[in-house]
């Protein structure tokens, strides 16, 4: 049994089935909540973001960066095995399905092998926290944190806390077993080099 696969992803705008995956990241982390590794990349959507910054990325960033369909099955090789864990899960879950889709990848439903960080921490003080509000909570200042990698190690934090707690234990071990019997398809490797964007302070989230 694997663990978890915490997921972040930005998109060039709001809508998760019409928009596109500028950046995704993912943290490997253990059944005790302690992260393994980290898997960052910018994709390339192939249109423009215009004039604007998307959480400080720019059309200029994007123009070296593998496109989805050169990293899908790296993706999906980081999620295969895992519990695909997010804070307010339906937008990132419906952002990367929209992409699976659009590439022709036949993958198995998220939502049964998906766990929400908002939807654990209502299970147990109700509210619908922001994760910027969680973050605080756990001493941990989101001021300037823009990446993908940023987000999902904010959210690995919050996962290492929730995972302490005993009643939320049956809903995991649900998940974890749902996750460790869903069949992925196979890929081989594409060989793209990954882009992440440039190292800032939110790298430090790990410790």
Not at 99 to 120: F, N, Q, Y
């Amino acid at each position: 049994m694997q663990g978890y696969a915490v997921i972040d992803i930005v998109t060039s705008g709001p809508s998760p089935s019409q928009d596109r995956i500028i950046e995704v990241a993912i943290a490997h982390v253990d059944i005790e909540g302690h992260v393994t590794a980290v898997w960052e990349t910018l994709v390339n959507p192939a249109r423009t973001l215009g004039p604007l910054r998307v959480r400080g990325i720019r059309s200029s960033d994007l123009a070296l960066a593998p496109e989805f369909q050169d990293v899908a099955g790296e993706l999906c090789a980081l999620i295969e095995g895992r519990v695909i864990v997010a804070h307010d899960a339906d937008f990132p879950l419906g952002a990367l399905s929209a992409e699976l889709a659009r590439v022709g990848i036949d993958h198995p439903p998220l939502g049964p092998i998906s766990l929400c960080t908002m939807e654990l921490i209502q299970r147990l003080v109700g509210g619908t926290p922001t994760l910027a509000e969680c973050a605080a909570g756990l001493g941990v200042d989101m001021l300037g944190v823009y990446s993908a990698q940023g987000y999902a190690l904010v959210v690995a934090k919050l996962l290492r806390d929730l995972v302490g707690d005993r009643s939320l234990a049956p809903v995991l071990r649900e998940a974890r077993g749902l996750a460790d019997a869903t069949e992925w398809p196979s890929f081989v490797p594409s060989g793209f080099s990954l882009t992440p964007r440039p190292r800032d302070h939110s790298s430090s989230l790990a410790s």
